[in-house]
């Protein structure tokens, strides 16, 4: 059975960092795209980042330098490292794997999901 799990510590103060983890079992998560979305409170669901299998790897334009995204595929798993946080980036956080990445990666297009974690920012 395929599961995807993210986890990662879910509260932090406004301007402080986030590094969510997802770790996959019943796959070969180097074999799959890594992407990353989230949804806040009405409303809807977002692309945030994604990385190739190669490791080549992408946040959405407005995340930019303050969202990364990495794999470690020695551990089958992939890693969101959030800095400068703000109250607008609380949210619940998904990872998924994709087949293939084209950016912005849509949620549909993923092959597999992970229930998400929640993250809150205070101010």
């Known amino acids: 059975q395929v599961q995807l799990v993210e986890s990662g510590v879910g509260l932090v103060q406004a301007g402080g960092s986030l590094r969510l983890s997802c770790a996959a079992s019943g796959l070969t998560l180097r074999n799959y795209v890594i992407g990353w979305f989230r949804q806040a409170p009405g409303k809807e669901r977002e692309f945030v980042a994604g990385i190739s299998s190669g490791g080549s790897a992408y946040s959405a334009d407005l995340l930019k330098g303050r969202f990364t995204v990495s794999r470690d595929n020695a551990k089958n798993t992939g890693a969101l490292q959030m800095n400068s946080l703000k109250a607008e980036d609380t949210a619940v956080y998904h990872c998924?794997?994709?087949?293939?990445?084209?950016?912005?990666?849509?949620?549909?297009?993923?092959?597999?999901w992970g229930q998400g974690t929640q993250v809150t920012v205070s101010s």
């Open positions: 998924a794997a994709a087949n293939r990445l084209i950016v912005p990666l849509k949620w549909e297009e993923c092959a597999y």
